[in-house]
Nanobody, 123 residues
Framework: VQLVESGGGLVQAGGSLSLSCVDSGRTFENYCMGWFRQAPGKEREFVAAIDWSGGDASYADAVKGRFTIIRENPKKTVYLQMNNLKPEDTAVYYC?????????????????WGQGTQVTVSS
């Protein structure tokens, strides 16, 4: 499993960004995928997660209704569509893979991590 994120950048408040995470491994469809973020001086926190089929997803309260997680197993890619961005969404965003069956919001459940991509939202 090797995860590579892309799509971060600088955007004004109210704008949108779409993050992508590609897995170079062979068994992408076997695990749940999650997005986490870490702002300067803060702990890494859960953002969204999706199960292996894409049929079940979970979101942090802070992003519900604004962010959407989807996956395309044939492309071995998970996306995070972020709309109506706020300055408090500024962070490094990480994707992660969890070999568990159920969607997890717990950082320690995730086995593999990408290197992160910076998202900066200006006010």
């Amino acid at each position: 499993v090797q995860l590579v994120e892309s799509g971060g950048g600088l955007v004004q408040a109210g704008g949108s960004l779409s993050l992508s995470c590609v897995d170079s491994g062979r068994t992408f469809e076997n695990y749940c995928m999650g997005w986490f973020r870490q702002a300067p001086g803060k702990e890494r926190e859960f953002v969204a997660a999706i199960d292996w089929s894409g049929g079940d997803a979970s979101y942090a309260d802070a992003v519900k209704g604004r962010f959407t997680i989807i996956r395309e197993n044939p492309k071995k890619t998970v996306y995070l569509q972020m709309n109506n961005l706020k300055p408090e969404d500024t962070a490094v965003y990480y994707c992660a893979a969890d070999f568990g069956v159920l969607v997890s919001v717990t950082l320690s459940d995730y086995d593999y991590w990408g290197q992160g991509t910076q998202v900066t939202v200006s006010s």
